[in-house]
């Protein structure tokens, strides 16, 4: 009997590989990342904890990796390939494919009776028509930003500190400093003021008017 989990990699290799390939994506393993100056998109292709040999779920999570997130949010060296775990504005194809808050969790799923003409074309299909589309909105490290705060305003937000790295990252000093500001106002924790107050002097951002 063929076992589902032979199928699925089969699936990775003959179908979603190839497919990112031709949009200059590199592979490792079940992650994919295509890499521009100072920003990469990144593609995790996840198995389900709860498969077994008959049944198999696999789902597609993408994201945004920003280098110079790297020794500042990041305490780490900018990897050579990166992943989208450690990536910014990390989203599930479901959540590309919703138009509203409320969206099923999207699964492709694999069993003896799974139709693989239908589902491989599906998976093309989300692939060419939702994830590359998705990614071509971010050309620069700025439509980055402007992607972060597009999300913020829908109520959707990263670590507060990202936005502030990336904001000095652009050049504009003045949103790093006022970001930070107006985050130290809002801790509600000794642990929070302190990591902020950390990361502006390590930013070397002059905030003058911070309190212990």
Not at 17 to 45: D, Y
Not at 71 to 90: A, C, I, N
Not at 173 to 186: G, H, I, M, N, V
Request: glycine share 4%; proline share 3%.
């Amino acid at each position: 009997m063929v076992k589902m989990q032979d199928v699925f990699k089969q699936i990775l290799k003959d179908t979603i590989a190839p497919l990112l390939k031709k949009h200059r994506f590199k592979k490792k393993g079940n992650n994919f990342v295509r890499t521009f100056s100072g920003f990469s998109w990144t593609i995790n292709v996840q198995s389900s904890s709860w498969n077994t040999s008959e049944d198999v779920a696999f789902t597609i999570n993408t994201g945004i990796s920003v280098e110079s997130l790297y020794g500042t949010y990041y305490q780490d060296e900018p990897p050579k390939f990166p992943l989208e775990v450690d990536s910014v504005m990390r989203l599930r194809i479901s959540e590309l494919k919703s138009t509203s808050d409320q969206h099923e969790d999207i699964w492709y799923k694999l069993t003896p009776t799974t139709n693989l003409d239908d589902l491989t074309e599906q998976i093309k299909q989300d692939i060419e028509k939702i994830i590359i589309p998705h990614f071509q909105q971010f050309q620069s490290v700025q439509d980055v930003i402007q992607g972060l705060e597009k999300r913020e305003v829908q109520g959707y937000h990263e670590n507060p500190h990202v936005l502030a790295v990336l904001y000095l990252e652009c050049g504009d000093k003045e949103a790093a400093k006022e970001r930070l500001k107006s985050f130290f106002a809002e801790c509600e924790t000794i642990e929070e003021r302190q990591e902020t107050k950390d990361l502006a002097k390590q930013l070397d951002l002059e905030i003058t008017d911070f309190k212990s």
